[in-house]
């Protein structure tokens, strides 16, 4: 979903709020009409600088034209098998990233957000548990949920059922779990078991909020962070910006993996992989810092042959939950006092059920 | 990065994609159940590029007053490793875009089937059927190197008595001399997760170059060299052994 999302896209709305919205969304810098008299130096032209499309032509065409040259030097096995790797998991991810793109993008340009604020009971007991399911149906990367739930909590719904949604959508939505059955063709109960924990960590913390939680704690950011662009508009925008964010992720994850397989000698990874307790944390810690999209973290959790089920299950259920991007996200979203609370919670949550479930069923 | 560059970045993306699946290169990453995906999925991102692209261009021409090429508020308090005009962590799509298009990244091969493999449990059940007839018009049975594996190690051979068998795969060297393996990988899900199955081929001929291909037809025999291979490994007694082209597929 985009991160352009928070208010509502019906353009009686937007004529409203464009008014006062307009001299915030302005640059910096620039000070309107009569400061451009004032000083006449701001019309010189900047100094020519390389932006990203000339550097990318000029990577392309060094590239092409000394092909041949680094296919010699890129020729030893070792490299060429981590660029086979590599290549693998982008390739057979990239597809489920598009499927979620597309949907979450269309969610963000032609479903108006009151649809969610509808579609939830009021009691806060009992909205968390729909909330939690309610991801089920809404397939989106972690970076759109993040405004999504800062956008129901604006809109009056209850912060705990607010936050299950925010972990169960991008966990437990349809092309996560297709995805997750395709990387382990062989083990279809790693499917159940990652729906059963990731569902089960959603609404866990959004009980334990409720319990625990103060309002203090979360301040979504006061305005919304609209555009003012008509649906297809958003449409192309947001499918554009979400798939470089999440396709950047990936190939971070796709060159880890393929770092793990060729790089880490098989000793070490063996020796991590045998213990049960440090594996678990190994591919928990993984998770956090990879960040890769939860319909591609199942491609990355399956070249994990060495690691235990149970490590592996704990590699999917929190990568989607806690991890580098998602906690800068939520602490531009809600605040830092909500993200300094909230993801080391949601990690030990997640652990402590990757294991339960883990344990149960796989 | 720019939004251009961002739309750019992805129909490059779709481009490559569709290379690799137009054609067989695709069946060095991914299974050959994947290919109408992958064909999709490329002529989507290109579509997209496309789209996106032409998407800015109108709204720069339209939003006079506003600047041109942003596609979030300057002032985003979001934190997340955007730059003004876009997430940086985007730049790193170039990689797989390059490795398709210059590297040209081959099937995995004696490297990897080398490296060795985690040691797989035997399944909670298994029932091996009687082999199959031989083949047309020869006196073998052709199987995959990974089936065969499997009734040796976890059956014994039993079914493999007294049956000329047929193994297609890549040739890797013993360390001994003795020999060699014959080697396929096998794939769950992609590359990524490719576990290599070898089997000592005992023959008195000289191995063929490492990562060629043979077809080697022979019978089961119990591992002469179980000791230096491990009792894992299990071996055939060539008859013949046929130099063979590789095939579309690599994993098996």
């Given amino acids: 979903m985009s991160v352009q999302e928070g208010g509502d896209y019906r353009p009686s709305a937007r004529a409203r709020l464009s008014p006062t919205l307009a001299p915030e969304t302005r640059e910096p810098g620039s000070r309107g009409p009569r400061a451009r008299h004032a000083r006449p130096e701001q019309r010189r032209e900047p100094p020519w600088r390389p932006t990203g499309i000339e550097v990318l032509g000029a990577v392309l065409v060094i590239g092409i034209l000394g092909r041949s040259h680094f296919s010699d030097l890129l020729s030893s096995p070792a490299v060429q098998t981590w660029a086979t790797i590599f290549t693998a998991i982008c390739v057979q991810a990239v597809p489920f990233l598009v499927m979620g793109v597309l949907i979450s993008a269309s969610i963000a340009a032609f479903v108006p957000a009151s649809f969610f604020t509808r579609a939830l009971p009021r009691r806060p007991a009992a909205a968390v548990p729909v909330a939690g399911v309610a991801g089920a149906l809404l397939p989106g990367c972690e970076c759109g949920a993040v405004p999504v739930a800062g956008g129901l909590v604006r809109r009056g719904v209850a912060p705990a059922a607010a936050l299950a949604f925010l972990l169960s959508s991008p966990a437990i939505n349809p092309?996560?779990?297709?995805?997750?059955?395709?990387?382990?063709?062989?083990?279809?109960?790693?499917?159940?078991?990652?729906?059963?924990?990731?569902?089960?960590?959603?609404?866990?913390?959004?009980?334990?909020?409720?319990?625990?939680?103060?309002?203090?704690?979360?301040?979504?950011?006061?305005?919304?962070?609209?555009?003012?662009?008509?649906?297809?508009?958003?449409?192309?925008?947001?499918?554009?910006?979400?798939?470089?964010?999440?396709?950047?992720f990936l190939v971070v994850g796709g060159m880890t993996a393929a770092t793990l397989n060729v790089v880490v000698p098989r000793s070490v990874l063996d020796a991590v992989a045998d213990s049960p307790w440090l594996s678990i944390l190994a591919l928990a810690l993984l998770a956090v810092l990879l960040a890769i999209c939860s319909e591609a973290d199942a491609f990355v959790a399956a070249s994990l042959s060495?690691?235990?089920?149970?490590?592996?299950?704990?590699?999917?259920?929190?990568?989607?939950?806690?991890?580098?991007?998602?906690?800068?996200?939520?602490?531009?979203?809600?605040?830092?006092?909500?993200?300094?609370?909230?993801?080391?919670?949601?990690?030990?949550?997640?652990?402590?059920?990757?294991?339960?479930?883990?344990?149960?069923?796989l | 990065m720019r939004a251009e560059a961002q739309s750019l970045m992805l129909f490059l993306l779709g481009g490559a994609l569709l290379r690799i699946s137009l054609g067989d290169v695709y069946l060095r990453y991914v299974k050959e159940s994947m290919q109408p995906f992958l064909m999709a999925s490329g002529a989507v991102l290109i579509l997209l590029g496309i789209a996106a692209f032409v998407t800015d261009l109108r709204r720069q021409q339209h939003a006079s007053g506003l600047p041109a090429d942003r596609d979030l508020p300057a002032a985003a308090p979001l934190g997340d490793g955007h730059t003004q005009h876009g997430p940086r962590v985007a730049w790193l799509l170039l990689l797989p875009v390059l490795a398709i298009f210059i590297v040209a990244p081959p099937?995995?091969?004696?490297?990897?089937?080398?490296?060795?493999?985690?040691?797989?449990?035997?399944?909670?059940?298994?029932?091996?059927?009687?082999?199959?007839?031989?083949?047309?018009?020869?006196?073998?049975?052709?199987?995959?190197?990974?089936?065969?594996?499997?009734?040796?190690?976890?059956?014994?051979?039993?079914?493999?008595?007294?049956?000329s068998i047929g193994l297609l795969g890549f040739v890797t060297p013993a360390e001994d001399g003795n020999g060699y393996f014959v080697n396929r990988m096998r794939i769950a899900c992609c590359a990524a997760d490719a576990l290599p199955f070898s089997i000592r081929v005992v023959t008195d001929q000289p191995a063929p170059p490492t990562d060629s291909w043979v077809f080697v037809v022979g019978s089961y025999v119990p591992n002469p060299y179980a000791a230096e291979d491990g009792e894992r490994t299990p071996a055939i007694d060539a008859e013949e052994i046929i130099p063979a082209a590789a095939p579309a597929n690599p994993y098996g």
């Fill in chain 1, 175 to 248: 092309i996560v779990l297709v995805a997750t059955a395709v990387a382990f063709p062989d083990n279809p109960e790693v499917v159940l078991a990652r729906f059963v924990a990731s569902l089960g960590v959603a609404v866990i913390m959004g009980w334990l909020w409720m319990r625990f939680g103060k309002g203090e704690w979360m301040r979504p950011s006061a305005r919304p962070v609209t555009e003012g662009m008509p649906p297809w508009q958003t449409f192309w925008t947001s499918a554009r910006h979400d798939f470089a964010h999440a396709g950047g």
């Fill in chain 2, 107 to 163: 099937p995995l091969g004696s490297y990897a089937a080398e490296r060795g493999a985690p040691e797989l449990a035997e399944p909670e059940s298994s029932n091996y059927r009687d082999l199959p007839p031989d083949d047309e018009g020869v006196d073998h049975v052709t199987l995959a190197v990974y089936e065969y594996w499997q009734r040796v190690v976890w059956d014994d051979g039993q079914s493999l008595g007294g049956r």
């Fill in chain 1, 306 to 361: 060495q690691f235990s089920l149970t490590s592996r299950l704990a590699f999917m259920v929190i990568g989607p939950t806690v991890d580098v991007k998602l906690i800068a996200l939520q602490a531009g979203t809600f605040g830092r006092g909500f993200a300094v609370r909230f993801a080391p919670a949601t990690f030990v949550v997640g652990i402590v059920v990757s294991v339960l479930v883990g344990t149960w069923l």
